[in-house]
Structure formats: C-alpha cells, structure tokens
C-alpha cells in the first residue's frame, strides 16, 4: 500500500501543509474561493477576482456545477443503483461531497476520493467522516496515475463490482499532450460492466461572452494551465458507452431538480455514460 494511501485521517497535516506552494494559484483553491471557501490565499483570491472580471458569471458556474455532482451523485446512488464511488479530483470539501450525498442515498456507499493538491490532503479528514455501514478514503495521487490509483482503490472498492468514476471539473487541468482521453479509457477499463463515468467540464462552445477571457486569465495567473473544451471533444471522452438520458449537456440541464438549476449560466458539458 503506497504512503500516499489515507484509511485514516492525518495525526497531523503539517507536513502536507508545507508542500503547499502559496507564492502562486492553485485551482483547488481558486475553485474553494469561488465557493466562498477559507482556504485560499492571496494569489488564488487575485487570480479569483481577475477571473470573475472577466467573466462576471464564473461564480454562479461553479455553484452550477457543485449542484450538477449532487444531481449525478443521487442518480447513481439511486436509480442506478451504485453503492462504490471513485472520485478523482475531489476538490477542497464544500457543501454535498460525493460521500455525503451518496451515503445519504445508501449508507453502505464506499467512495475514494483522489486528489493530487496538498491543501486537499489537508482536509482528508473532513473527507473521511462516515457512517459505520459505508467506507471512505483518500488517495493522494496525480489523475495521469492510473495504475497506481486502481491499485490501491482495489484497497477500499471491490472492483468486480460496478464503480461510479466521477470526474467532476478535473479533465481541463490535463491538457491534450497528457492524453485525457487515454486516461478516461484506462480508468474505465479498470471498472467492470455496469460502472459509469460522469464527467462535468467547462465549455468553449456555449455561448458566454467571459468563457475565452476567462481561460486565458487563468491561465496566465496559474502554473497549472486549463483546457476548455467543446461539446464534441467532451463526447469523445465517452467513447464506447452508453450516455444515459439526456445526453450530454450542458450541465444545469442535466437532471435538473427545478427552474433555478435550469436558469444557471454554467458553461459546463456535463454527462453521465454507462458501461455496458
Ligand atoms: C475545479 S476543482 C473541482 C473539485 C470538485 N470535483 C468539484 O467539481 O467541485 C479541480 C480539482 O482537481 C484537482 N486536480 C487537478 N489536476 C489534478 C491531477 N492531475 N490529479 C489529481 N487531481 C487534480 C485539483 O487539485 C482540484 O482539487
């Protein structure tokens, strides 16, 4: 079992804490500052504020897409019948984690969380409370890991049974050279038949004025580049499964509970696929 592997929460998140680079963004804490978040500092909230210049509508996206996470988190949970969730970017906590919603769903639930920020490993512990009937764990680890990640997975998740792979505002941060789609591909083959894969992922093809000023704002601020893609480039990533209703779209449509879903400006594709 790797040293990156947490069963149990940190004794003390000091030594993650010191990794942190706080000279610069970072998206984790960017995204936690748009969420109205205290985990960030001065250049996150800059590049925050620059970005919301830009795009006056960001602040509500990201709301849109927390909402979309919960939406696809009880659909799985429920209808589909998930009880094992792999989420793989899992952000700094905020409100309706995936294990949360899921084991509110069934408590039995069992989610591992990967995430390769050290801020998030710092809050691992929030992250790990669960009933006594469901499980949850985190892994600190890079997405480009596949084989790693299933390994020690496998630690927490029975992977002869079907898994929910989430990866929920993730895929922008691994540009086109790091093979996105090779890596959906791997992780899927790594899940029996059944699983599903749920993806949300800002958009350069809807119509919102801020979206291109924003990514290139980001992208000047953080080390970490972003990769806004299109509806198409997002369909590829589901290649060889079956996208349940509606498709993908654009994510406050996805389900929507109700008319404030359906009037958020998110420019998000989000889908839910099958593996059959
Ligand atoms: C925009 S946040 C999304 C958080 C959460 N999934 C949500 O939608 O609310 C992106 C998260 O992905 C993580 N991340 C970015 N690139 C990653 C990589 N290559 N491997 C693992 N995590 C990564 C960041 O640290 C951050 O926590």
Redesign the pocket.
Known sequence: MSDHWLQAPPADSGESLSKIDTSVA???RV?DYWLGGKDNFAPDRAAAEAAMREDPNVVEG?RG??AF?ARAVRYLAGEAGIRQFL??????P?ADNTHEVAQDVAPECRVVY????PI?LAHARALLTTGSEGATAYLD????NVPEIVAAAAGTLDLTQPVAV?L???LH??PDEDDPAGIVKQLMDAVPAGSYLAI?HPANDINNPGIRKLASKLNELMP?KLRFRSRAQVAAFFDGLELVEPGLVRAPEWRPDAGTDLANPAALWGGVARKN
């Open positions: 970072h998206i984790a995204y990201v897409n927390r996470l989420d793989i970017g899992t952000g700094i905020a990967v995430d390769n920020d998030v680890e890079d997405l480009r989430m929920i505002g993730i941060c691994i949300s970490m």
